[in-house]
């Protein structure tokens, strides 16, 4: 009986200090604004591949994400945007902070110019989507 609960007690600990060292589970991260439905539904995702900006400035950014918190998100990829008969794709760093129940509510966009001058632009999220 002494070994049972010994042994016991050895798998008691190690659960206890295997849940105390896991990392936050995806539902407990801030989520992201991903896109509106069809139907008008906007739709928040933890590390969404995707983003799109239709509503705001205008494309869609295919992200790979190098860190992701509670305070805030990075990440790189590329910005696509069409318009006027003309694609265009760039190279983009973003940033995503100021979380407000449980959602990221600013997202910074870093592109470089091909003159080599950084060019940032801060969008916040409303009711319907990013707005500059």
Do not use: C
Request: charge should be positive; charged fraction near 15%.
């Amino acid at each position: 009986m002494a070994k049972l609960r010994t042994a016991l007690m050895v798998v008691t600990m190690i659960v206890l200090a295997a849940s105390s060292a896991a990392p936050a589970t995806a539902s407990a991260l801030p989520r992201i604004w991903a896109t509106v439905t069809s139907k008008g539904v906007a739709v928040y995702k933890v590390r969404p591949r995707t983003i799109d900006l239709s509503e705001a400035a205008g494309g869609t950014l295919t992200l790979s994400w190098s860190s992701w918190t509670q305070s805030a998100a990075n990440g790189a990829g590329q910005a696509v945007a069409s318009g006027m008969g003309t694609t265009t794709t760039l190279n983009v760093k973003v940033h995503a902070s100021a979380v407000k129940r449980g959602k990221f509510t600013r997202l910074t966009l870093t592109t470089t110019a091909s003159n080599g001058t950084p060019d940032v632009e801060k969008l916040h999220l409303s009711a319907n989507g990013w707005i500059p």
